[in-house]
């Protein structure tokens, strides 16, 4: 089986998630399943942006990305988190490699707006380089940062981590894509709420009960299950383990 992980970036600086993450993986890969790890980073980005002097800004949820900005996103991403993983992976004996988008052309994006507002290198992704993953997944987990590079080679562009996952997963027709989270699913009052379609999510929305960072991670669910991947997870790490165990865990999005 194929399987796409997103994973947050405010949880992997957490050891305790990291441990969790690892295990998991080890699981994934014990029972002969593919793996590509998409994370992010946002927390660990706001922290250097801060010590460097650079003033972080969002435009309706997503990062305004100036060239220096995206310095010290791709120092970050491509850099601290993603080689973190890679050796907390390689310490729990699964053999992996850390890359970005940018490597091998695996991400392609183009620029986008807003709203109509710029929100500068920012993109999203219209090609992945399906054979590099493919190739690679036979024999490695494919720790991947989600920057891209423009069609022209030349520019480097921030994506949304959800949405990078969402085109990997599409792109592998992957049977599963899970969305990690430091929550057991979409809740209400305190409970898992076990399936959520494109309905029911915007009356989630509506009534605030899912909000924030959880609005991407769904958005992202169901675009990578009109893309062609079979099933999609929000989960934490525990829910995750019962998922690729064949069990039922999270909040299952419904295309």
Avoid: W
Wanted: net charge neutral; charged share 20%; aromatic share 2%.
């Amino acid at each position: 089986m194929r399987i796409v992980l997103k994973v947050g970036g405010n949880e992997i600086g957490d050891p305790f998630f990291l441990g969790k993450l690892s295990d998991l993986v080890v699981q994934i890969r014990s029972a002969g399943h593919k793996l590509v790890l998409v994370h992010g980073g946002g927390k660990e980005i706001t922290g250097l942006l801060e010590r460097l002097g650079i003033e972080t800004k969002f435009v309706d949820g997503l990062r305004y990305t100036d060239p220096a900005t995206l310095e010290a996103v791709e120092m970050v991403l491509s850099g601290t988190i993603n080689k973190r993983i890679v050796k907390a992976l390689i310490r729990k004996g699964v053999e992996s490699i850390g890359l970005s988008g940018v490597d091998g052309k695996i991400l392609v994006a183009e620029r986008i707006t807003r709203k109509n507002k710029d929100i500068g290198l920012v993109g999203n992704v219209t090609d992945v380089n399906v054979n590099i993953l493919t190739a690679m997944m036979e024999k490695l987990v494919v720790v991947l940062s989600p920057l891209a590079m423009d069609r022209s080679c030349v520019v480097t562009l921030n994506v949304n981590a959800d949405y990078a996952a969402a085109a990997v997963g599409s792109s592998l027709r992957a049977e599963l894509i899970i969305f990690l989270s430091n929550v057991p699913g979409v809740l209400r009052d305190g409970a898992i709420i076990p399936e959520v379609n494109e309905m029911s999510f915007n009356k989630l929305k509506d009534d605030g009960i899912v909000s924030a960072g959880m609005i991407p991670k769904i958005e992202a669910a169901l675009a990578a299950l009109k893309g062609g991947t079979l099933k999609a997870v929000v989960t934490d790490g525990d829910g995750a383990a019962k998922v690729v165990s064949g069990l039922t865990g999270g909040t299952e999005i419904i295309a």
